[in-house]
Protein backbone atom coordinates (compact mmCIF):
# COMPACT_ATOMS: atom_id res chain seq x y z
CA UNK A 1 0.00 0.00 0.00
CA UNK A 2 -0.30 2.68 1.24
CA UNK A 3 -3.40 4.06 -1.09
CA UNK A 4 -6.95 4.94 0.07
CA UNK A 5 -9.84 3.27 -2.34
CA UNK A 6 -12.51 5.14 -3.08
CA UNK A 7 -14.72 2.97 0.08
CA UNK A 8 -11.89 5.20 1.90
CA UNK A 9 -12.06 3.32 4.83
CA UNK A 10 -10.61 5.77 7.75
CA UNK A 11 -7.37 3.76 8.85
CA UNK A 12 -6.66 3.38 5.36
CA UNK A 13 -7.07 7.25 4.77
CA UNK A 14 -4.81 8.18 7.68
CA UNK A 15 -2.60 5.34 6.54
CA UNK A 16 -2.39 6.99 3.35
CA UNK A 17 -1.90 10.26 4.68
CA UNK A 18 0.65 9.46 7.03
CA UNK A 19 2.45 7.92 4.19
CA UNK A 20 2.65 11.15 1.91
CA UNK A 21 3.20 13.40 4.73
CA UNK A 22 7.36 13.87 4.40
CA UNK A 23 6.50 15.60 0.94
CA UNK A 24 3.04 16.71 0.68
CA UNK A 25 3.92 20.46 0.35
CA UNK A 26 6.22 20.14 -2.32
CA UNK A 27 3.96 17.86 -4.22
CA UNK A 28 0.87 19.46 -4.10
CA UNK A 29 2.95 23.07 -5.41
CA UNK A 30 4.24 20.69 -8.60
CA UNK A 31 0.97 19.07 -9.27
CA UNK A 32 -1.22 21.87 -9.12
CA UNK A 33 1.64 23.76 -11.21
CA UNK A 34 1.53 27.09 -8.01
CA UNK A 35 -2.07 27.54 -8.30
CA UNK A 36 -2.58 26.08 -4.82
CA UNK A 37 -1.17 29.18 -3.35
CA UNK A 38 -3.52 31.16 -5.24
CA UNK A 39 -6.31 29.26 -4.19
CA UNK A 40 -5.09 29.82 -0.50
CA UNK A 41 -5.62 32.91 -0.51
CA UNK A 42 -9.10 33.24 -1.67
CA UNK A 43 -9.95 30.94 1.13
CA UNK A 44 -8.35 32.74 3.69
CA UNK A 45 -10.00 36.03 2.40
CA UNK A 46 -13.49 33.94 2.22
CA UNK A 47 -13.04 33.19 6.01
CA UNK A 48 -12.43 36.60 6.78
CA UNK A 49 -11.09 36.59 10.33
CA UNK A 50 -9.51 38.77 12.40
CA UNK A 51 -7.20 38.67 15.91
CA UNK A 52 -9.76 37.43 18.63
CA UNK A 53 -11.51 35.08 16.65
CA UNK A 54 -11.09 31.62 16.85
CA UNK A 55 -10.97 29.43 13.84
CA UNK A 56 -11.26 25.73 13.41
CA UNK A 57 -8.76 24.01 10.41
CA UNK A 58 -10.54 20.81 9.58
CA UNK A 59 -8.38 18.07 8.09
CA UNK A 60 -5.76 20.49 8.32
CA UNK A 61 -2.84 17.78 7.53
CA UNK A 62 0.51 19.36 8.21
CA UNK A 63 -1.13 22.82 8.75
CA UNK A 64 -0.15 24.30 6.02
CA UNK A 65 -3.78 25.65 5.59
CA UNK A 66 -3.65 27.11 8.77
CA UNK A 67 -0.61 29.10 8.62
CA UNK A 68 -1.81 32.06 7.54
CA UNK A 69 -4.10 32.55 10.20
CA UNK A 70 -1.33 32.10 12.83
CA UNK A 71 0.82 34.81 11.33
CA UNK A 72 -2.39 37.02 11.34
CA UNK A 73 -2.74 37.07 15.22
CA UNK A 74 -5.81 35.07 14.68
CA UNK A 75 -6.73 31.58 17.39
CA UNK A 76 -6.54 28.45 14.99
CA UNK A 77 -6.71 24.80 16.07
CA UNK A 78 -5.44 22.37 12.86
CA UNK A 79 -6.77 19.80 13.55
CA UNK A 80 -6.60 16.38 11.45
CA UNK A 81 -6.44 12.68 11.98
CA UNK A 82 -3.36 11.65 10.37
CA UNK A 83 -0.29 11.18 13.08
CA UNK A 84 1.51 11.70 10.48
CA UNK A 85 1.00 14.41 8.55
CA UNK A 86 -0.01 16.24 12.89
CA UNK A 87 3.70 15.17 13.58
CA UNK A 88 5.20 17.14 10.35
CA UNK A 89 2.87 19.76 11.13
CA UNK A 90 3.83 20.34 14.97
CA UNK A 91 7.61 20.09 13.43
CA UNK A 92 7.44 22.86 11.44
CA UNK A 93 4.78 25.56 13.43
CA UNK A 94 5.63 24.48 16.81
CA UNK A 95 3.38 27.88 17.58
CA UNK A 96 -0.10 26.20 15.86
CA UNK A 97 -2.44 24.30 18.05
CA UNK A 98 -2.77 20.71 16.62
CA UNK A 99 -5.60 18.61 17.71
CA UNK A 100 -5.97 14.54 16.20
CA UNK A 101 -9.25 14.43 16.16
CA UNK A 102 -11.94 12.65 13.39
CA UNK A 103 -14.12 14.90 11.29
CA UNK A 104 -17.18 13.02 11.90
CA UNK A 105 -17.03 12.72 15.90
CA UNK A 106 -15.14 15.97 16.52
CA UNK A 107 -13.50 16.37 20.08
CA UNK A 108 -15.39 20.16 20.61
CA UNK A 109 -18.09 21.71 22.75
CA UNK A 110 -20.88 23.12 20.88
CA UNK A 111 -20.63 26.63 19.18
CA UNK A 112 -16.57 26.89 20.16
CA UNK A 113 -15.68 28.68 16.42
CA UNK A 114 -16.13 31.96 15.18
CA UNK A 115 -15.52 30.03 11.65
CA UNK A 116 -14.59 26.74 10.35
CA UNK A 117 -13.01 25.42 7.22
CA UNK A 118 -11.92 23.13 5.52
CA UNK A 119 -9.01 22.71 2.62
CA UNK A 120 -9.28 19.61 0.36
CA UNK A 121 -9.81 17.13 3.24
CA UNK A 122 -13.81 16.71 2.76
CA UNK A 123 -13.49 14.36 -0.43
CA UNK A 124 -11.62 12.19 2.06
CA UNK A 125 -13.63 11.90 5.02
CA UNK A 126 -15.74 8.53 4.83
CA UNK A 127 -18.70 10.27 5.57
CA UNK A 128 -18.78 14.02 4.30
CA UNK A 129 -22.31 14.68 5.50
CA UNK A 130 -21.95 14.04 9.25
CA UNK A 131 -18.75 16.16 8.58
CA UNK A 132 -20.63 19.13 7.06
CA UNK A 133 -23.21 18.50 10.41
CA UNK A 134 -20.34 18.49 13.06
CA UNK A 135 -18.74 21.46 11.35
CA UNK A 136 -22.17 23.47 12.18
CA UNK A 137 -22.37 22.20 15.57
CA UNK A 138 -18.87 23.56 17.10
CA UNK A 139 -19.13 26.79 15.01
CA UNK A 140 -21.17 29.42 16.32
CA UNK A 141 -24.60 30.55 15.35
CA UNK A 142 -24.25 33.37 12.80
CA UNK A 143 -20.27 31.50 12.35
CA UNK A 144 -19.13 30.63 8.70
CA UNK A 145 -17.92 27.61 6.94
CA UNK A 146 -15.46 27.95 4.08
CA UNK A 147 -14.66 24.49 2.27
CA UNK A 148 -11.85 24.43 -0.45
CA UNK A 149 -12.06 20.97 -2.68
CA UNK A 150 -11.91 19.86 -6.24
CA UNK A 151 -14.34 20.26 -8.00
CA UNK A 152 -15.65 19.83 -11.88
CA UNK A 153 -14.28 22.23 -14.37
CA UNK A 154 -17.67 24.32 -16.19
CA UNK A 155 -16.30 24.56 -19.97
CA UNK A 156 -16.49 20.78 -21.21
CA UNK A 157 -12.94 20.85 -23.74
CA UNK A 158 -11.42 21.64 -20.32
CA UNK A 159 -12.89 19.35 -18.46
CA UNK A 160 -11.71 16.79 -20.61
CA UNK A 161 -8.44 17.88 -21.03
CA UNK A 162 -8.47 18.19 -16.69
CA UNK A 163 -9.73 14.44 -16.68
CA UNK A 164 -7.14 13.38 -19.05
CA UNK A 165 -4.34 14.91 -16.82
CA UNK A 166 -6.07 13.42 -14.10
CA UNK A 167 -5.74 10.23 -14.75
CA UNK A 168 -2.31 10.15 -16.98
CA UNK A 169 -0.03 13.06 -15.67
CA UNK A 170 -0.54 13.25 -12.29
CA UNK A 171 0.64 9.14 -11.63
CA UNK A 172 3.99 9.43 -13.24
CA UNK A 173 4.69 13.07 -11.88
CA UNK A 174 4.03 12.22 -8.73
CA UNK A 175 5.86 8.97 -9.14
CA UNK A 176 8.72 11.32 -9.86
CA UNK A 177 8.24 14.01 -6.58
CA UNK A 178 6.20 12.30 -3.71
CA UNK A 179 6.93 9.50 -0.99
CA UNK A 180 3.95 7.39 -1.64
CA UNK A 181 2.96 7.65 -5.65
CA UNK A 182 0.27 5.00 -5.74
CA UNK A 183 -1.26 7.48 -3.32
CA UNK A 184 -1.72 10.05 -6.03
CA UNK A 185 -3.63 7.38 -7.96
CA UNK A 186 -6.37 7.85 -5.42
CA UNK A 187 -6.45 11.41 -5.32
CA UNK A 188 -7.84 11.62 -9.38
CA UNK A 189 -9.98 8.61 -8.51
CA UNK A 190 -11.25 10.93 -5.69
CA UNK A 191 -11.79 13.45 -7.45
CA UNK A 192 -13.79 12.13 -10.48
CA UNK A 193 -16.39 10.45 -7.65
CA UNK A 194 -16.53 13.36 -6.02
CA UNK A 195 -19.83 15.55 -6.06
CA UNK A 196 -19.96 18.60 -8.27
CA UNK A 197 -20.24 22.24 -7.19
CA UNK A 198 -24.03 22.02 -6.94
CA UNK A 199 -24.46 19.02 -5.33
CA UNK A 200 -22.00 19.99 -2.78
CA UNK A 201 -24.30 23.08 -2.36
CA UNK A 202 -26.73 20.82 -1.63
CA UNK A 203 -25.33 18.73 1.35
CA UNK A 204 -24.45 22.12 3.12
CA UNK A 205 -28.04 22.70 2.49
CA UNK A 206 -29.09 19.53 4.32
CA UNK A 207 -26.67 19.56 6.88
CA UNK A 208 -28.37 22.97 8.35
CA UNK A 209 -26.32 25.56 6.67
CA UNK A 210 -27.71 28.55 4.99
CA UNK A 211 -26.70 31.54 2.39
CA UNK A 212 -24.67 28.68 0.20
CA UNK A 213 -23.06 30.58 -2.18
CA UNK A 214 -19.63 29.34 -4.11
CA UNK A 215 -16.88 30.76 -6.24
CA UNK A 216 -15.30 28.63 -9.06
CA UNK A 217 -11.15 28.79 -9.43
CA UNK A 218 -9.41 28.16 -12.28
CA UNK A 219 -11.90 27.00 -14.20
CA UNK A 220 -13.86 25.16 -11.65
CA UNK A 221 -10.96 22.92 -10.87
CA UNK A 222 -11.86 24.16 -7.66
CA UNK A 223 -15.01 25.56 -5.70
CA UNK A 224 -14.90 27.80 -2.78
CA UNK A 225 -17.97 27.15 -0.98
CA UNK A 226 -19.19 29.61 1.35
CA UNK A 227 -22.16 29.12 4.25
CA UNK A 228 -23.58 30.78 7.35
CA UNK A 229 -24.54 29.05 10.50
CA UNK A 230 -28.30 30.04 11.12
CA UNK A 231 -28.52 32.06 14.22
CA UNK A 232 -31.23 30.66 16.55
CA UNK A 233 -33.74 33.28 18.51
CA UNK A 234 -34.99 33.88 21.76
CA UNK A 235 -37.96 31.99 21.07
CA UNK A 236 -35.98 29.22 20.08
CA UNK A 237 -36.90 29.22 16.14
CA UNK A 238 -34.24 29.62 13.44
CA UNK A 239 -33.54 32.88 12.16
CA UNK A 240 -32.17 33.01 8.56
CA UNK A 241 -33.79 36.75 8.05
CA UNK A 242 -30.21 37.88 7.20
CA UNK A 243 -29.51 34.90 5.41
CA UNK A 244 -30.86 33.04 1.80
CA UNK A 245 -31.02 29.80 2.55
CA UNK A 246 -29.80 27.58 -0.09
CA UNK A 247 -29.02 30.47 -2.34
CA UNK A 248 -25.82 29.43 -4.94
CA UNK A 249 -24.00 32.24 -6.99
CA UNK A 250 -21.21 31.18 -9.11
CA UNK A 251 -19.51 34.51 -9.70
CA UNK A 252 -16.73 34.16 -12.79
CA UNK A 253 -13.40 33.07 -11.49
C1 LIG B 1 -5.25 16.71 1.16
S1 LIG B 1 -4.97 16.86 2.87
C2 LIG B 1 -5.33 18.57 3.17
C3 LIG B 1 -4.48 19.19 4.23
C4 LIG B 1 -4.60 20.72 4.39
N1 LIG B 1 -5.96 21.12 4.71
C5 LIG B 1 -4.13 21.46 3.18
O1 LIG B 1 -4.88 22.28 2.63
O2 LIG B 1 -2.98 21.26 2.79
C6 LIG B 1 -6.38 16.02 3.51
C7 LIG B 1 -6.31 15.76 4.99
O3 LIG B 1 -7.58 15.25 5.41
C8 LIG B 1 -7.35 14.44 6.52
N2 LIG B 1 -8.54 13.63 6.78
C9 LIG B 1 -9.16 12.77 5.96
N3 LIG B 1 -10.24 12.23 6.57
C10 LIG B 1 -10.30 12.78 7.81
C11 LIG B 1 -11.18 12.64 8.91
N4 LIG B 1 -12.23 11.81 8.87
N5 LIG B 1 -10.96 13.37 10.01
C12 LIG B 1 -9.89 14.21 10.08
N6 LIG B 1 -9.02 14.40 9.08
C13 LIG B 1 -9.22 13.70 7.94
C14 LIG B 1 -6.11 13.62 6.11
O4 LIG B 1 -5.46 13.04 7.20
C15 LIG B 1 -5.29 14.70 5.40
O5 LIG B 1 -4.33 15.28 6.27
Do not use: C
Not at 59 to 83: C, I, K, L, N, R
Not at 107 to 134: C, H, K, M, W
Amino acid sequence: MNRASLEKRPDDVARMFDDVAARYDLVNDVLSAGQVRYWRRIVVAAVDAHRGQRVLDLAAGTGTSSEPYADAGVDVVAADFSPGMLEVGRRRRPDITFVQADATALPFGDDEFDATTISYGLRNVNDPRQALREMLRVTKPGGRLVVAEFSRPTFAPFRTVYTEYLMRAIPPIARAVASNPDSYVYLAESIRAWPDQDQLAGWLVEAGWTDVQYRNLTGGIVAVHRAIRPTVTAAGTVDTSAVDTGSVTTPSS
